[in-house]
């Protein structure tokens, strides 16, 4: 059932049927967002789309740039300006876009970028799924930063996760991730669109006139963000910057100041950003952890392994980044085996060996772009590990 809309310009509440892409679109609008910049790119290219024809509507403004590097660079200059600003991304257009991400890390720049990834490298394979791009989110810029990756597993959570992915942006002033794929960007399945009015909104911290520090700052402390004309001077630089924004390339004080404030306010805050679901069973034996649209068939696994009396519990990861140690290092100790289910070469299985004691205790099991595992493959690469 297509959208329905108020006179406001919202969606009317209820419920609908409907793909991926656009969901995620209308949570973006509904979350605040009132600039998009992108470049058409399979998959995503329907949110694109979808923010051309509804963002007139809202009395905001829809660019499609020369390429996903003036994209990027002109959702940084809308934040600046004040709006909520978004962007919508492949791997190729991901790929491109990581300079100017790094700018945005380094400004403390609040926006968010979807990458509905694909199969790669390179043009790759266009119409087929991945999760190749998950490192590609953490460490794809150069230098020292944190950053915030989310990964939704349903169309309802694309809708959810874009309202947190914008809330986290200006709670955190950072760019966030949204990492989608090409099933979750295609795949219609039924969505609840709750009121306007239901939605929580992070609004923007701004500046009163005696605040003289908008960026850096205490580790932990988020600066308030002047806009650009409203009366600062703001000045905004990739280069090594002090709490004024005034450059500073030569001084290695101020640098570590800066760069261990762009790590610590994400890191010393993981409790407060880290998502997950834990999926139980009683005693169980062996630790399935998963993320994005992959997750889908770990709870059909773990009741089918129950039938032939294997225990398993399973771990969604809903936030990749900051990765969650901590309770992967927990779940890790009452296990004796941890499998890793990606669609890529095996990339977030590093991190899971990372965390847990014993690392020779963690499997991988990968594919590329033929979409998901069934219950059944996953539960007979289950039964080589324990040897049932």
């Known amino acids: 059932m297509p959208f329905k809309y108020l006179r406001n310009g919202y969606v009317k509440p209820g419920v609908y049927f409907e793909q991926g892409d656009i969901v995620l679109a209308e949570a973006a609008l509904m979350a605040g967002a009132r600039f998009f910049a992108g470049y058409p790119i399979t998959p995503a290219s329907e949110i694109m789309e979808h923010m051309a024809y509804r963002l007139p509507m809202l009395d905001g403004i829809f660019i499609q740039m020369e390429d996903e590097i003036g994209a990027i660079a002109a959702v940084i200059g809308a934040s600046w300006a004040g709006m909520k600003a978004m962007t919508a991304t492949s791997g190729p257009g991901f790929s491109l876009m990581q300079e100017m991400i790094g700018y945005a890390h380094m400004t403390e720049t609040p926006c968010v970028i979807v990458d509905m990834q694909r199969a790669g490298p390179s043009t790759g394979q266009a119409t087929l799924p991945g999760q190749g791009d998950v490192q590609q989110a953490r460490w794809g810029t150069h230098g020292d930063h944190s950053a915030i990756a989310l990964a939704p597993f349903s169309v309802k959570e694309v809708f959810d996760m874009t309202i947190r992915a914008f809330n986290l942006s200006e709670e955190f002033r950072s760019p966030v991730f949204i990492m989608g794929d090409e099933i979750l960007g295609h795949l219609r399945e039924r969505v609840e669109i709750p009121s306007i009015d239901d939605i929580k909104i992070v609004k923007r911290k701004k500046p009163k006139k005696e605040d003289e520090i908008f960026f850096g700052g205490p580790e932990t402390e988020i600066p308030p ?129 990372a965390a847990v004691a014993e690392p020779n205790r963690v499997f991988s099991m990968h594919r590329l772009s033929a979409g998901l595992f069934t219950p059944y493959e996953i539960l007979t690469e289950v039964k080589k590990i324990v040897k049932k």
């Open 225 to 353: 963000m002047p806009i650009v004309g409203e009366g600062y001077n703001a000045l905004v630089t990739g280069s090594t910057h002090d709490e004024k924004g005034y450059r500073k390339v030569y001084d290695v004080n101020i640098h570590y100041r800066l760069v261990s404030h762009l790590v610590n306010k994400i890191e010393k805050n993981k409790d407060k950003i880290i998502d997950y679901e834990i999926i139980h069973t009683d005693n169980p034996e062996v630790l399935i952890i998963s993320y994005g649209s992959m997750a889908r068939t770990i709870p059909d696994t773990i009741r089918l392994a129950k039938n032939e009396g294997i225990q398993i519990i399973g771990l969604r990861l809903k936030t990749i980044w900051p990765f969650p140690d901590d309770i992967v290092r927990k779940l890790s100790d009452d296990v004796e085996y941890i499998l890793v289910v990606e669609m890529n070469m095996g990339q977030i299985v590093r991190d899971v060996k």
